[in-house]
């Protein structure tokens, strides 16, 4: 019998989250019956091709149809009132207002009232997969008060949505009932395991890690040549110039190196600031900041670079990478890579083995490892080999897929 999966998110289809349509296509493509719930429509349907190759729009339903601003709220009240008497567990359901008004958050208000508008429909599931820890909890919601039948409810965490303060405050007590009332808990890192089994008291048997990762195939390795006799080592960071990504070290630590050259490709609000930064230490000769690019203008530059560079660190709202997929993509296209001991992110580079390590905001720890590719350019040959086999071996979208296939079948 075909197993019905269906998945939980919030937008769909989304370019910058590619990992939720490969999941939808992947599970297609081995027989499950599949079916998408979103709350909001995008723009990125016509960028995405699988969406059409696979018929998506027939597979998906879009939950939140209610108006933005004081009419969507107005909207939200008359389905509340008017659907109220069809709601499954009322009392819980009358708390679960009550905490989404005390902690302002009009994100669960509006997951209370996608409840009580579909009170009359009936979606039917074996297996139920939600991206990000609010959508499982939309999913807890709606099998708890409303329409949503299903026999497994499994939510992944990603970062933001287990780390950033605002959001973890916020949605405190709809996090308690996610984690106590659905069956399967599947973070991307061993770090947010550890997490939710000690801060959000998970059952660890109800936690699996289930790592996000890269289409090998995509990918030809072609191992850089690090080569310092022949100019500099072109370091290279890709990237949104946000807090949590750290570009402010990977600056100050290549203009106290020699013989090295970054170029930062990317948009983000802390871009002026980072061109200050490079100005004020005298490294404009070393430092390139290009801003967005077109993808095949990336491309290209990270084809001629040698390093991949990027020193994440924890923001001060909280916000922390999972495992980022740019250092995967990295590491199986043949770019040693340089990073931090932030988040998972020791779960994909072991120092010295598959790449190199700093201490989170360490330029002096930066400053080292640059020196120590310079002065051990033959010596990298190996660490991007093993890097290579890494992503291969534990980051591998098909091995991680039929993973999730196999947890599918079997719960």
């Known amino acids: 019998?075909?197993?019905?999966?269906?998945?939980?998110?919030?937008?769909?289809?989304?370019?910058?989250?590619?990992?939720?349509?490969?999941?939808?296509?992947?599970l297609i493509d081995r027989g499950f019956d599949v079916n998408i719930l979103a709350c909001k429509k995008t723009s990125d349907a016509n960028l995405t091709p699988k969406f059409k190759k696979y018929k998506l729009d027939q597979k998906l339903t879009y939950l939140d149809?209610?108006?933005?601003?004081?009419k969507g709220k107005l909207q939200m009240l008359i389905s509340l009132i008017k659907n109220f008497h069809l709601i499954k567990s009322k009392n819980d359901y009358v708390k679960a207002l009550f905490y989404s008004v005390k902690n302002k958050n009009l994100s669960s208000l509006r997951q209370l009232a996608i409840c009580a508008q579909y009170a009359e429909t009936r979606f039917d599931s074996d297996f139920v997969i939600c991206h990000f820890l609010p959508n499982g909890h939309l999913a807890y919601a709606l099998r708890k008060f409303s329409a949503l039948h299903c026999d497994t409810i499994a939510t992944i965490a990603h970062g933001y949505d287990i780390s950033l303060y605002k959001v973890l405050s916020k949605w405190h007590y709809e996090y308690s009932k996610l984690v106590a009332g659905t069956e399967l808990l599947l973070p991307i890192s061993d770090r947010w395991a550890d997490l939710l089994i000690n801060k959000f008291n998970a059952e660890p048997a109800k936690v699996?890690?289930?790592?996000?990762?890269?289409?090998?195939?995509?990918f030809n390795f072609?191992?850089?040549?690090?080569?310092?006799?022949?100019?500099?080592?072109?370091?290279?960071?890709?990237?949104?110039?946000?807090?949590?990504k750290g570009l402010e070290y990977a600056i100050k630590a290549v203009s106290r190196t020699e013989n090295t050259h970054l170029s930062i490709v990317g948009g983000?609000?802390?871009?002026?600031e980072l061109e200050q930064l490079a100005y004020k230490l005298n490294a404009t000769d070393k430092v390139t900041l290009l801003?967005?690019?077109?993808?095949?203008?990336?491309?290209?530059?990270?084809?001629?670079?040698?390093?991949?560079?990027?020193?994440?660190?924890?923001?001060?709202?909280?916000?922390?990478?999972?495992?980022?997929?740019?250092?995967?993509e990295a590491m199986a296209s043949g770019m040693l890579?340089?990073?931090?001991?932030?988040?998972?992110?020791p779960e994909l580079i072991e120092h010295k083995k598959s790449g190199l390590l700093a201490d989170e905001r360490s330029v002096e720890q930066l400053v080292h490892n640059i020196?120590?590719?310079?002065?051990?350019?033959?010596?990298?040959?190996?660490?991007?080999?093993n890097a290579r086999q890494k992503v291969e071996r534990d980051f591998n979208n098909k091995e991680l897929n039929e993973k999730l296939a196999n947890l599918i079948i079997n719960s």
């Open 291 to 328: 801003g967005p690019l077109p993808h095949e203008n990336v491309l290209k530059l990270l084809a001629e670079s040698h390093v991949f560079i990027l020193p994440s660190v924890t923001a001060k709202d909280g916000d922390m990478e999972g495992i980022p997929v740019a250092l995967m």
């Open 65 to 70: 149809t209610f108006a933005r601003g004081a």
């Open 222 to 244: 072609s191992p850089r040549n690090i080569s310092p006799e022949s100019g500099p080592i072109k370091l290279i960071a890709v990237g949104r110039a946000t807090e949590k």
């Open 208 to 218: 699996k890690v289930q790592h996000m990762g890269v289409n090998i195939n995509h």
């Open 337 to 345: 890579v340089l990073s931090t001991n932030h988040s998972g992110i």
């Open 1 to 26: 019998m075909t197993k019905k999966v269906t998945f939980v998110v919030n937008e769909f289809p989304v370019l910058s989250e590619t990992f939720v349509i490969e999941q939808v296509c992947a």
């Open 268 to 272: 983000g609000e802390l871009l002026t």
């Open 371 to 385: 020196n120590y590719v310079v002065n051990n350019s033959r010596s990298m040959e190996k660490l991007i080999e």
